[in-house]
C-alpha cells in the first residue's frame, strides 16, 4: 500500500503511534486483561509478515508456549464481534468519510474440509470458480470517490436445508438458536441499515447479478432512498418509455452506433478501464439500464439504475466501476492480513477472526492514506474520459 523507498523513521514512528490508537480503541471491548493482551497480540500477527495468519501460527509469533490461550481468546472469551464491527466501522469513516461514496456489496468463498464449521456445505464459490466444500461470507465495502476501499461490514451465510434443518448440527457449530434464515440480499440489506445507522456517508450502491435481480433489495433501497448500480442477467425484461418490451440484450443488440459513448470506469493494474457504454431509459420514472460494452470482444455486460437524483451519465459509469475494488478489498484482506486463513468452526470466532481481519486492513488502508497526503500524493479521483471516438 505504501512504496517503502519513501518511508522515513518519521513515517515508522506516526504509524506506530497510530497502531497505539487502535489498540486504545480495543481496549474497552474486552473485559480481563488477558483478553486485551491477546487481542493485541492477534491484531499484530494478522499485520505480520507469517505466511499463514490463524492461532496456531500467531500464538507462535507473538512467543505463546501453546496455542490454546489464542484458541480460548476466539471460541470462548467474553467478547463482542458485533462491538468490535461498530470500531472499524467508526474508525474508517474517521479516516475515509466521503459523501460521493459507493457501498458495495458481494459475497467471497472460504475453502473448507469436513462438515463441522458453521455454513459449510458443498456450495458454488464465485472466488473459488467452481462448487466445492466451502463458507460464504457476505461483505459490505466502502469505496471512496478517490478508489480508497476498505471492508465495512460482514455475515456468515448459512444454507437453509442442509443447517436449518438440522439444529442440533446448528448447535454444535455455535448458530444462535434464534437465528433464521436469510438469503445474501436480506443479509445485505442489514448491513446497509446498520451503516446509515451509524451514519455511514454514502451516495450509492452497488452490487453484482446475485444482488441486481433480487426485488426483495431492489425495493428495500427505493423505499430507502438509495441509488444503485447493480449487475443484471442479459434476460431481463426491459420495457422503454414508448412502452416496447424486450430482454436487455435484445436492446443492445439494436442500438445505434451513436447510442454508445467511450469512458473509463476507473483505474486498474494496466491503467485506466475504458469500455463503451450506453444508457437506456425506462417507462419507469428514475430507472435507468446501463450497458457495457468490451472494447476488446465485444461482450456485454448489464445494469439496473436507480437514480432519483437523475446524476449524470458519466457519474453511472464511475458507480459501476465501484463494483470492482472490493474485489481488490479480497485480495488485499486474504493475501495481506489472512482474512481466510482462521482454522475455527464455531459461528462466532469466524466473526471474531474475520473482524479482527478488517481491522487490520482498515489500519493499513489509513496508514497508505496519511502518507499519500502527507506527500501530496492522494489517490487520484478517477475521471471518466470524455466521449471519444463511437462504435
Request: charge should be negative.
Amino acid at each position: 500500500m505504501v512504496d517503502a523507498d519513501a518511508v522515513s523513521m518519521t513515517d515508522l514512528e506516526e504509524w506506530s503511534a497510530e497502531f497505539d490508537e487502535v489498540l486504545g480503541r480495543l481496549s474497552s471491548l474486552f473485559v480481563h486483561p488477558s483478553s486485551r493482551r491477546h487481542a493485541e497480540q492477534y491484531v499484530r500477527g494478522l499485520l505480520s509478515p507469517i505466511a499463514r495468519k490463524n492461532g496456531w501460527t500467531i500464538a507462535e509469533y507473538a512467543g505463546e508456549k501453546e496455542p490454546k490461550a489464542m484458541q480460548r481468546f476466539l471460541n470462548l472469551a467474553t467478547w463482542d464481534a458485533e462491538d468490535l464491527r461498530d470500531v472499524v466501522c467508526d474508525y474508517a469513516m474517521e479516516h475515509l468519510s466521503d459523501p460521493r461514496a459507493v457501498l458495495v456489496a458481494d459475497p467471497t468463498g472460504f475453502a473448507k474440509k469436513g462438515r463441522k464449521s458453521a455454513g459449510v456445505q458443498r456450495q458454488y464459490s464465485g472466488t473459488l470458480g467452481r462448487i466445492d466444500n466451502c463458507q460464504i461470507g457476505t461483505f459490505l465495502a466502502y469505496v471512496t470517490s478517490g478508489r480508497e476501499r476498505v471492508l465495512l461490514d460482514r455475515e456468515l451465510y448459512i444454507p437453509e436445508k442442509s443447517w436449518f434443518g438440522d439444529r442440533q448440527r446448528c448447535a454444535e457449530a455455535g448458530i444462535p438458536e434464534d437465528l433464521e434464515f436469510a438469503t445474501r440480499p436480506q443479509q445485505v440489506a442489514v448491513m446497509i441499515d446498520r451503516a446509515r445507522d451509524r451514519g455511514v456517508p454514502f451516495a450509492w450502491f452497488a452490487a453484482d447479478e446475485e444482488f441486481g435481480q433480487n426485488p426483495g433489495l431492489r425495493t428495500h433501497l427505493e423505499k430507502a432512498g438509495i441509488a444503485y448500480v447493480m449487475a443484471i442477467p442479459k434476460t431481463t425484461e426491459f420495457t422503454d418509455i414508448a412502452g416496447a418490451t424486450a430482454s436487455i440484450s435484445e436492446r443492445a443488440g439494436r442500438l445505434a452506433p451513436h447510442a454508445w459513448q467511450r469512458r473509463a470506469c476507473g483505474i486498474g493494474t494496466k491503467g485506466f478501464r475504458v469500455y463503451d457504454w450506453a444508457l437506456l431509459e425506462s417507462d419507469v420514472a428514475d430507472h435507468q439500464y446501463l450497458i457495457r460494452c468490451s472494447i476488446d470482444d465485444g461482450e456485454l455486460a448489464f445494469y439496473h439504475c436507480y437514480n432519483p437524483r437523475r446524476e449524470g451519465f458519466g457519474e453511472l459509469v464511475r458507480v459501476a466501476g465501484a463494483r470492482w475494488p472490493i474485489e481488490e478489498c479480497f485480495e488485499a484482506t486474504k493475501g495481506g492480513v489472512g482474512l481466510d486463513d482462521y482454522q475455527v468452526r464455531l459461528y462466532h470466532a469466524w466473526y471474531r477472526h474475520v473482524t479482527l481481519a478488517m481491522l487490520a486492513h482498515v489500519f493499513l488502508t489509513v496508514c497508505a492514506h496519511q502518507h499519500a497526503n502527507k506527500k501530496g500524493k492522494a489517490n487520484p479521483r478517477p475521471v471518466s474520459k470524455e466521449p471519444q471516438d463511437q462504435r
